[in-house]
């Protein structure tokens, strides 16, 4: 028995569905390639990554969450001192109890040009620990960031920090003379690159300083990193212009004169910074500037993180912040 209105309406659903389903089809086969770009990208940043042995680590250091350090007693804080208009242009600093003619260390901290804090607690926490409890000022910086400030508008936020914190450091009980420079990851870079040719930062109204603790920057010659395979997030960086390369370049820059520098590296890294820092304190030689390397069994965070925990590794920086001036080998107990 055939029933046609229910056989009709039924051809009817069918075609409706079907139609429905070839609809629902190309617009999944849309949304798909729309995905791929973004998709494809983020996997070859991740196979860059893991082929330099990094990973987000280095991309994300210095974003670790801010903290209020325990302060050895008697010291203070004096925090978010402005030197520019800008809402991170401001910097921090530790101070010890009866502070007089102290050195200081002025640290900047990492997280890939683009992110990290002055108040993270691998950038301060053993560092103000271990060196206020010693007599040191311990300052601790922040810089405009990209996309709105590259790598060399960085530089100049560093030494404009540096600037006013020299002409504030006698009214801490500091010592404008006795400043070290201490960076790390992206930091490291910025230090090393005012180190090579202080005029940059003299401009900037700075004194020169003692010298500069590098740690862990695979950047000290900027040209070959960007010629090979890198991690991706140094593309935002540094883009693609050879002559921005070169001017954002530590081992470019480098001139004689130059205050002394330790390379601290990571050996745990498969892109290898301590054969980038090694060529670097090769041809820093060449030009009659002590630049040392400090290979370190770490990773690249806890380089940072570790330093100035009891060890080998605090006692190896230490013996190069003591060779760079009396006072400090003094303050160092060496």
């Known amino acids: 028995m055939q029933f046609p209105g229910l056989f009709s309406s039924s051809t009817v659903c069918g075609r409706a569905w079907r139609r429905a389903s070839l609809a629902l089809l190309a617009l999944g086969l849309v949304f798909s390639a729309a995905a791929q770009g973004p998709l494809r990208e983020r996997l070859a940043e991740r196979r860059a990554q893991a082929a330099a042995g990094a990973g987000s680590e280095i991309e994300t250091e210095g974003a670790g969450p801010s903290v209020r350090v325990p302060l050895p ?28 003619g102290a050195p200081v260390i002025f640290m900047v901290h990492g997280g890939a040009w683009r992110t990290g804090s002055k108040t993270a607690r691998g950038v301060v926490g053993n560092k103000v620990d271990r060196w206020v409890s010693r007599g040191f000022i311990v300052v601790s910086t922040n810089y405009r960031l990209l996309p709105g400030a590259d790598p060399l508008v960085q530089a100049d936020d560093v030494a404009r920090a540096l600037a006013f914190a020299q002409k504030a450091a006698a009214g801490w009980g500091g010592d404008a003379g006795r400043f070290v420079l201490m960076g790390h990851s992206a930091g490291a870079h910025l230090v090393a690159l005012l180190n090579a040719n202080p ?29 090979r395979r ?105």
């Open 73 to 100: 007693p008697g010291a203070r804080r004096v925090a978010d001192q402005a030197y520019g208009a800008d809402a991170l242009q401001k910097l921090d600093a530790y101070i010890p109890a009866q502070a007089q």
């Open 230 to 334: 890198h991690l991706p997030f140094y593309d935002a960086a540094f883009g693609s212009d050879p002559a921005f390369w070169r001017a954002a370049s530590p081992q470019q820059q480098l001139v004689r004169g130059a205050a002394p520098l330790l390379a601290v590296c990571s050996t745990q890294r498969r892109d290898r910074p301590c054969d980038g820092a090694q060529r670097f304190a090769d041809h820093a030689g060449s030009l009659g500037v002590r630049a040392e390397v400090l290979g370190q069994p770490m990773t690249h965070g806890e380089i940072n993180a570790q330093l100035g925990l009891p060890g080998a590794y605090t006692d190896a920086v230490e013996a190069f912040l003591a060779s760079l001036d009396p006072a400090l080998r003094a303050r160092l107990g060496r």
């Open 199 to 227: 005029q940059r930062a003299l401009a900037q109204g700075a004194r020169p300083w003692l010298g500069t603790v590098a740690l862990d920057s695979a950047l000290l010659d900027v040209a070959p990193v960007m010629e």
